[in-house]
T-cell receptor, first 110, second 111 residues
């Protein structure tokens, strides 16, 4: 069943601007992961944040997790045209299964 | 190159045909997955295999039949599909509960 829900569904920004997208989920989790999907390709793992972590960075990506609000955010700083893609959050409990949201489509305009 | 290869990339078939999707991972992972991705919907987990044993069948109709002959290969056998089965089918692998590595998918169209 769907666990994560991303917001907004779509986002259009100018190159160089920051992009923020949010993910909400319903039940307790072990970790939350963000993935990117370019058009016509598979998903690529970006970052994993565990339930006992509050913030994580990877290059231009910053992820926060608020377990009390059951929400996470992904921030992409100084966006580039190559960041144009769909972004998905996925939650994991105590097994191998991931529950994905429907994704946020990000368009970076040159 | 993600280390997970899916073939074919595109498949068009009639409702009475039988075809198979293939997935191969070169990462030495012990778990493999089939997902269905339809437009504007979340990825749907279909099957999970761990050390070649099926550990999850997410209420998938019997017209989809998975096969995992070894930990590197995963097949999805298709027969008597319906138009609503048209979608992108993604294969993924992982080592235990580590992040998953995805193939580029098979775009399936049912006529």
């Amino acid at each position: 069943s769907q666990q994560g829900e991303e917001d907004p569904q779509a986002l259009s920004i100018q190159e160089g601007e920051n992009a923020t997208m949010n993910c909400s989920y319903k039940t307790s989790i072990n970790n939350l992961q963000w993935y990117r999907q370019n058009s016509g390709r598979g998903l690529v793992h970006l970052i994993l944040i565990r339930s006992n972590e509050r913030e994580k960075h990877s290059g231009r990506l910053r992820v926060t997790l608020d377990t009390s609000k059951k929400s996470s955010s992904l921030l992409i700083t100084a966006s580039r045209a190559a960041d144009t893609a769909s972004y998905f959050c996925a939650t994991a409990k105590n097994d191998y299964k991931l529950s994905f949201g429907a994704g946020t489509t990000v368009t970076v305009r040159a | 190159e993600t280390g997970v290869t899916q073939t074919p990339r595109h498949l068009v078939m009639g409702m009475t045909n039988k075809k198979s999707l293939k997935c191969e991972q070169h990462l030495g992972h012990n778990a493999m997955y089939w997902y269905k991705q339809s437009a504007k919907k979340p990825l749907e987990l279909m099957f999970v295999y761990n050390f070649k044993e099926q550990t999850e069948n997410n209420s998938v109709p019997s017209r989809f039949s998975p096969e995992c002959p070894n930990s590197s290969h995963l097949f999805l056998h298709l027969h008597t599909l319906q138009p609503e089965d048209s979608a992108l089918y993604l294969c993924a692998s992982s080592q235990d509960d580590q992040p998953q590595h995805f193939g580029d998918g098979t775009r399936l169209s049912i006529l």
